[in-house]
């Protein structure tokens, strides 16, 4: 399987040395050095220049309807590549547009370069026309950033971005390029390293002995895996550590995944909308070993009343994650993927059969009431076609809402970086943009995005990028109507109290795809639903499926917000 991008090697296009060069050249050739194939973006004045050094290069440009659509879709690429990737923004509004992907990323550990036009440099700070503090903006959302001062700069800059963006913990970084900085003109003899992620973390052996100890020891222990173990490609590795111990694992939203869906010791997400079996296995462990996550609040819940009887080992390459919400009793600062691989190698196989005997137990008399199942227009039944019809190979994506719980309780994810969600901001409109990023990237995997009738709205200009890209995306839109989420909290938590919740004026989705390019079918009008379902899912090219659900609808269990996981709202037989 070939992913977008590659590693850097000396087969990349190389500039001459002793060439003069602009700014905005210079960022071009460094961006294709460093092996950057596809960029997100939307020009403007203030990053004309870049723009103008774009034809002839290797990069193809993808011209995106809106700054946040270009930043998804550079996520997109970069979630399921797990390389760093680019988006472009002018400066001002095109700059405050993209806050929110980078927010995003910033929150879900994604490395972003987002690169934006500035005013020249001797009217900032004059309210000049779409002058914006974009440093400002971005410091608290990033990993780092820069205001460029001078073209000999980006030598530096630009393998520095890179650096830091995949290095320890992965995520974004900000780099804003002043216009007359673009258009200087420099010498260039020596061209810098391309920028790579900096060495791991060292961590004591002894550390690895402390922790197989502890786990030799347990009685009940449960295995809490995250982002971090797809991050560092150590999903093998888990996988070995898990079925040599005998450990069953719990995963978080952005770790599923990472062990195959049908797995024996695989016990689902826990939390927020977890199992109820799931959650209640966590009551009674006595030791949760935590990789790569961060604790939470969706998978905690109330903070306090999380896995109450359990010591905790935290193993992070993130120093700051470690004790910020649960304190451990014993943690280890580094990759997590070298961890594994030295416990692996010095550890003793071991069965414990009455620990997975009570798990069946619990498996068994609190299941995952999935109703519907076998009814193609609600949620458990409309996500079971579509995973019956498809293979492992299709990615998935989701926006934010009711239909994003459904596929991550339900959907068979069996291979990581298959399941694409927006995890710490929620942020409605990620799903089409960036499984148009997602089909940039890997081109010969199907990219779905599960969506509903509020989420799809947020960046629906987007369908006509898909259309012009000719990708094979299939948006599958759950309607109710509703912004479905919010009215399941208004009816559970504030007295039914619904209010901005329905949509008075319903879209025709199948219609607007339509008026964008994209492939519409609208399963409410069809004769034979399943099977245009098919025919529209295996079929080459950008489609939406409106697929028509019941208001009613909840997504259960749930635990109510700032409560404990222990006391799951329905989902009961």
């Known amino acids: 399987m070939t992913d977008l991008a590659q590693p850097i090697?000396?087969?990349?296009?190389?500039?001459?040395?002793?060439?003069?060069l602009s700014g905005a050249q210079l960022i071009i050739q460094l961006l294709e050095r460093q092996g950057i194939t596809h960029i997100a973006g939307v020009p403007g004045g203030a990053n004309l220049?870049?723009?103008?050094?774009?034809?002839?290069?290797?990069?193809?440009?993808?011209?995106?309807?809106?700054?946040?659509?270009?930043?998804?879709?550079?996520?997109?690429?970069?979630?399921?590549?797990?390389?760093?990737?680019?988006?472009?923004?002018?400066?001002?509004?095109?700059?405050?547009?993209?806050?929110?992907?980078?927010?995003?990323?910033?929150?879900?550990?994604?490395?972003?370069?987002?690169?934006?036009g500035q005013v020249p440099q001797q009217m900032i700070g004059t309210d000049a026309f779409q002058e914006i503090d974009t440093f400002g903006l971005m410091l608290?959302?990033?990993?780092?950033?820069?205001?460029?001062?001078?073209?000999?700069?980006?030598?530096?800059?630009?393998?520095?971005?890179?650096?830091?963006?995949?290095?320890?913990?992965?995520?974004?970084?900000?780099?804003?390029?002043?216009?007359?900085?673009?258009?200087?003109?420099i010498d260039i003899d020596t061209w810098p390293e391309p920028g790579v992620a900096a060495a791991k973390p060292t961590f004591e052996p002894s550390a690895i002995d402390a922790m197989l100890r502890k786990i030799r020891e347990a009685q009940r222990p449960v295995l809490m895996i995250g982002g971090g173990i797809v991050y560092a490609d150590a999903c093998a590795q888990l996988r070995s550590f898990a079925e040599q111990l005998d450990i069953p694992s719990v995963q978080t939203f952005m770790g599923l995944g990472v062990l195959p869906h049908e797995h024996p010791l695989s016990l689902g997400m826990l939390g927020m909308h977890g199992a109820r079996y799931t959650n209640y296995v966590l009551e009674e462990c006595d030791l949760l070993i935590g990789l790569g996550v961060r604790f939470d609040d969706r998978a905690t819940g109330k903070v306090e009343a999380f896995?109450?009887?359990?010591?905790i080992i935290h193993v992070d390459i993130d120093r700051s994650e470690i004790g910020k919400i649960k304190n451990p009793m014993l943690s280890i600062n580094a990759d997590v993927g070298e961890v594994l691989a030295q416990a692996n190698a010095a550890l003793e196989p071991m069965q414990r059969p009455?620990?997975?005997?009570?798990?069946?137990?619990?498996?068994?008399?609190?299941?995952?009431?999935?109703?519907?199942?076998?009814?193609?227009?609600?949620?458990?039944?409309?996500?079971?076609?579509?995973?019956?019809?498809?293979?492992?190979?299709?990615?998935?994506?989701?926006?934010?809402?009711?239909?994003?719980?459904?596929?991550?309780?339900?959907?068979?994810?069996?291979?990581?970086?298959?399941?694409?969600s927006s995890g710490g901001l929620g942020t409605?409109?990620?799903?089409?943009?960036?499984?148009i990023g997602m089909a940039l990237a890997q081109p010969q995997r199907k990219s779905i995005c599960f969506s509903g009738d509020g989420s799809i709205m947020m960046n629906i200009q987007e369908l006509a990028t898909a259309a012009e890209e000719n990708l094979d995306v299939k948006i599958i839109i759950l309607n109710n109507g509703h912004l479905g989420l919010v009215r399941q909290q208004q009816t559970l938590f504030y007295q039914k109290n619904l209010n901005a919740v329905k949509f008075q004026q319903s879209v025709d989705?199948?219609?607007?795809?339509?008026?964008?390019?994209?492939?519409?079918?609208?399963?409410?009008?069809?004769?034979?639903?399943?099977?245009?379902?098919?025919?529209a899912l295996l079929e080459h090219g950008p489609c939406v499926i409106n697929l028509p659900i019941d208001e009613t609808e909840?997504?259960?269990?749930?635990?109510?917000?700032?409560?404990?996981?222990?006391?799951?709202?329905g989902g009961e037989a």
Not at 9 to 18: D, V
Not at 561 to 566: D, S, Y
Request: aromatic content about 6%; charged content about 15%; some cysteine.
């Open 428 to 435: 409605m409109g990620f799903g089409m943009p960036t499984a």
């Open 354 to 420: 009455l620990w997975q005997q009570r798990i069946a137990q619990l498996k068994t008399a609190h299941p995952l009431i999935k109703a519907g199942e076998d009814e193609l227009f609600r949620p458990y039944g409309a996500i079971r076609a579509v995973a019956e019809i498809l293979d492992d190979e299709a990615n998935i994506a989701t926006d934010v809402g009711q239909h994003q719980m459904w596929v991550a309780q339900a959907y068979p994810f069996n291979r990581p970086r298959q399941w694409i």
């Open 140 to 185: 608290p959302i990033t990993k780092h950033n820069w205001l460029v001062r001078s073209a000999e700069e980006l030598l530096t800059v630009i393998p520095e971005a890179f650096r830091i963006a995949l290095s320890g913990r992965p995520g974004p970084v900000s780099i804003d390029v002043p216009k007359d900085v673009q258009n200087q003109i």
């Open 9 to 20: 090697n000396a087969s990349m296009p190389t500039p001459q040395a002793a060439k003069r």
């Open 509 to 535: 989705f199948a219609m607007a795809a339509q008026s964008m390019g994209v492939k519409g079918v609208d399963l409410a009008q069809s004769a034979d639903p399943l099977n245009d379902l098919r025919a």
């Open 554 to 569: 909840m997504v259960y269990p749930m635990v109510a917000p700032g409560g404990a996981n222990a006391d799951m709202i």
């Open 49 to 116: 220049p870049m723009y103008d050094a774009l034809p002839g290069s290797t990069i193809k440009h993808v011209l995106a309807r809106h700054e946040q659509g270009a930043g998804f879709i550079a996520q997109g690429m970069a979630r399921v590549s797990g390389q760093a990737q680019v988006c472009f923004a002018s400066s001002g509004p095109g700059a405050s547009n993209l806050v929110t992907a980078v927010a995003d990323a910033h929150l879900d550990s994604v490395p972003l370069i987002a690169i934006t």
């Open 307 to 311: 896995c109450p009887k359990a010591e």
